[in-house]
C-alpha cells in the first residue's frame, strides 16, 4: 500500500523503527500447497522489521489490516524464527493492539493470544 512507506519513514525518522530489513523471499508463496505450519503473514510478506513503539505497531497493523474482531482464525503475529517470549502480543479482542507487558499473568491470560 502507498502509505506505507512515508509511515516507515517517519517512524524510523523517529527511532521507533529499525532499518535492519529482513527481507522475505519471493517464492514463499509458491513453494508447496500452503497446507504446512507457515501462516498467512509469512506466506504475504514483503520484509520485516522491528518496531519499538506500541502506538506505530498498532498503526501498521491497523494499515496492513486483516480481521480483527468476528473471526476464529487468528493469523499469528510473531516471526516463528525470532520470537521472544516477552513480545507483547495482541489482545484476543483488537489484533491491532498489543497486550500490556506490565499486566499480570492471569490478566494477560485472560485478554492476550499466548
Given at each position: 500500500?502507498?502509505?506505507?512507506?512515508?509511515?516507515?519513514?517517519?517512524?524510523?525518522?523517529?527511532?521507533?523503527?529499525?532499518?535492519?530489513?529482513?527481507?522475505?523471499?519471493?517464492?514463499?508463496?509458491?513453494?508447496?500447497?500452503?497446507?504446512?505450519?507457515?501462516?498467512?503473514?509469512?506466506?504475504?510478506?514483503?520484509?520485516?522489521?522491528?518496531?519499538?513503539?506500541?502506538?506505530?505497531?498498532?498503526?501498521?497493523?491497523?494499515?496492513?489490516?486483516?480481521?480483527?474482531t468476528g473471526?476464529?482464525?487468528?493469523?499469528?503475529?510473531?516471526?516463528?524464527?525470532h520470537a521472544?517470549?516477552?513480545?507483547?502480543?495482541?489482545?484476543?479482542?483488537?489484533?491491532?493492539?498489543?497486550?500490556?507487558?506490565?499486566?499480570?499473568?492471569?490478566?494477560?491470560?485472560?485478554?492476550?493470544?499466548?
Open positions: 500500500r502507498d502509505e506505507l512507506v512515508p509511515m516507515f519513514v517517519q517512524c524510523y525518522l523517529e527511532s521507533m523503527c529499525t532499518f535492519n530489513l529482513y527481507i522475505m523471499g519471493g517464492k514463499i508463496p509458491f513453494a508447496d500447497d500452503g497446507m504446512n505450519a507457515l501462516p498467512s503473514h509469512r506466506r504475504h510478506e514483503g520484509f520485516q522489521t522491528t518496531v519499538y513503539d506500541p502506538a506505530w505497531r498498532t498503526k501498521f497493523k491497523q494499515v496492513i489490516g486483516g480481521p480483527t473471526s476464529k482464525n487468528f493469523p499469528g503475529a510473531l516471526d516463528h524464527n521472544s517470549p516477552d513480545y507483547p502480543t495482541p489482545l484476543k479482542d483488537d489484533w491491532t493492539k498489543d497486550c500490556d507487558p506490565s499486566w499480570s499473568k492471569e490478566e494477560k491470560e485472560t485478554k492476550c493470544f499466548s
